[in-house]
């Protein structure tokens, strides 16, 4: 068994609506259907005790090595702790090679898992060892490494369950929810309203001290101190026992409570001094140690916080209390489990010292025993909740102390005999403000009822109402596409509103193009979605972005299909038939948010049979407006959009907008039928999206198909009184469609410039020809910069072949270089005739025909 090529579908995919990694994997032919799967199924079990390795309905063969691989890297992946539950096995064209898709939440621990199954697999045949322990450890390792932890987590759970969508930035804790100019951001607990002067006041102990004090909230006496004698005299000024801590510290590193006498002063301040450059020595408050969460103007949640320990059962050790304790799953190390493990460290060693105790003490049964004076989480501390217990006073205390530091989340440190009572100076004090707290303890407490805090910075975030996402058009088919995409964003556009668009040509937000090149998979579009002007996204989404990798967003509230062609890029990717091209398209169409629209071509019966596939309502378009389709769907109610009388006619039920053909320039007077298609597409879209028809009509009038709008989609240009057209058509539709469009135009003579794409099917390239040699006089034939995988002039024999059967051409020249190509048809052009370029290059070639539009006649 082979495996070459893992991809990761970051997006909805032919496969399914989940994350997911696809193989492409070969299997021997002993391996596609196993003899003995008993046996091998016996010696699998062995390695793999909990595999799970169901027969697909229907299969009365053996199972293939390649669906044991899905099903074996699919259930390491659940054994790891990820929540997945989808893979999928497809035979393809070609003997024993399979395409193998296991879903994934962690593209990481995926890869591993898939690699890890794939020696399992090979381990079981070869009937070999195979350490599932380590491949386990190993897993478990990476996905606790790579994942959220519990407090971002939380706030991402929280965005799913509103439908608010999410993107990790990096492979910490940044994430930005919501798209275009709607977005948030977060790190951790953090958001992006955090300001910088909050956090470096949060940080600053004695200046939160001070702005504390000066609202009236009770806070410890203490000041900050020089150095170690200073420390001891701070100490003595204060009187009683004390804190001391760094003054720009967090979680608890560096803190030391309840601190008596001038050795242990001493000693404090030394610990500090390490984690800080400014120690704050501070009366330590007799009490309980509570954190209070600050959301917005509200309390939502509360813990208290109690220091580890353990309590003595008269047989084990005070080291064996603490291990039997940190076998809790609950506990582990840094801050991905909703507890700590206890750590018998220095700091510990000192605290079981001033109570008698070592290590291997045996305390008493019932005889607690402090590990630590403070109660943080991150040190092996434990929660209790307490929010339906603090009083409305101190929680108003501690709205005001978050809002004086300026913090929008905010983790209150409180020491206090309870919560049920105001805070005052006689009742406890507020220590410290923390901003990018930790959620953990309200999460899931030791004791008490969790808390939902993810949701309560989600809600405060976002409003009720509010998703997150701004306008999504996605428009795929064979031909059409970006002609249609420069439409819609064109008539969503107005002052105060940017469009974001992705197409063929680049990346464009506003006027304004950000990146170059064909931009029509899901990487473009999420560089639009993630641009902060942006309000409304019109992406162009073609066949080869969906196979690589997925969608660029998770639904989409318009989806567009302009035609499937029988030509476009079949036998490419494992797709060798029109079914198989139509299931790549509708993926668009399956992403339609419920309550959007999906608008498709009534005319093409692969596309409309899409409809049925629509989570939300459906506008069919043609331009014959009797067509059966256009028909039924308007007698059901539904939206449709077709052509009468010289019109453009948008109706649903009883309701009709007209829009004269003449009036919209891109369709030549309603003489280039395919145009008209894309306005009636384009149109129907702007409809679905809300823009008003007033907009739609001044937009559909202001849109010029210029080589600067809409490059090498049918640019017509005057050459010394012949037409020269210039178009990027490059499949046997495309060229039918265009050869129908310039039958109408007149001319004296007919020229095309052509050449093939060598990623296409050999008939697909002769089909070409074959259709420009009925409708042409002169075939001027060029080889492409780029033939694609084929050798040198086995494209021009292809074109050539296709010029056989010819009945109108009569002339053919072979050029090698596309613009001298074009320049041999432009020097043979006389007045009245028409010659269509079908470039290659699409801004070469277009800069090429500017230049020489530019240049004076010959004397």
Partial sequence: MEVSRVRALRGPNLWCRQTAIEAVVACSESERAIGDMDAFETRLRA???????????????SNSLAYILACAALRLQTQAGCPVSFCRVAATPEKGVYRVVVEYVEEAVARLAFDLALSLCQATLADAGFDLADALFRLKDLYEDVRLGPSTGSIVQAAQRRGIPYRRLNENSLVQFGWGRHQRRIQAAETDASGAIAEA???????????????????????????AEDA????????????VKPVDGNQGKGVAVNVQGREQVLAAYAVAREFSGGVIVEHYFPGHDYRLLVVGDHLVAAARRDPPQVVGDGRSTIQQLVEQINQDP???????????????DEIALNRMATQGYVPTSVPAPGVCVVLRNNANLSTGGSATDVTDHVHPDLAASA????????????????VSKDVFQPLTPETGCIVEVNAAPGLRMHLSPSFGKGRDVGGAIINMLFGPEESGRIPVAAVTGTNGKTTTVRLIAHLCARPGVCVG???SDGVYVGSRRIDTGDCSGPQSARSVLLHPDVDVAVFETARGGILRAGLGFDRCDVAVVTNIGIGDHLGMNYITTVEELTAVKRVIVESVRPGGMAVLNAQDPHVATMAASCPGEVTFFARDSRHPVIETHRARGGRVAFVDQGDMVFAQGGMETRVQLAAVPLTHQGTIPFQVENALAA??????????????????????????????RFNVFDYRGATVIA?????????????????????????????????RRDQDIRRQTEILGDAFDSVVLYQDQCQRGRADGEVLALLRDGLRTARRTSHMDEIHGELLAIDTALDALEAGDLCLVLIDQVELALAHIERRLRMPLPA
């Fill in 501 to 503: 668009m992705t197409n």
């Fill in 201 to 227: 006041i949060a940080q600053d102990k004695s200046l939160t001290k001070a702005l504390l004090a000066s609202a009236g909230v009770s806070v410890p006496r203490g000041r900050t101190v020089r150095d």
């Fill in 232 to 243: 001891w005299a701070a100490a003595q000024e204060i009187g009683g026992p004390v804190v």
């Fill in 683 to 712: 149109t129907a879209a702007a409809w679905a999206m809300g823009v008003d028809w007033v907009q739609i009509q001044r937009g559909l009038a202001t849109f010029v198909n210029d080589a600067g709008t809409v490059p090498g």
């Fill in 47 to 61: 390695r793999f005790p909990d595999i799970d390795i169901p027969r697909p309905a229907g299969q009365a063969e």
């Fill in 727 to 759: 178009d990027y058509g490059h499949n046997p539709d495309a060229i039918q469609a265009l050869v129908e469009a310039v039958q109408a135009m007149p001319a004296k003579r007919r020229t095309v410039v052509i050449s093939g794409a060598g990623d």
């Fill in 330 to 344: 609950l506990r582990g190390e840094g801050h991905g489990t909703a507890l700590t493990r206890i750590r018998l």
């Fill in 399 to 414: 709205v005001m102390a978050a809002r004086m530091v300026g913090l929008d989340v905010c983790g209150i440190d409180v």
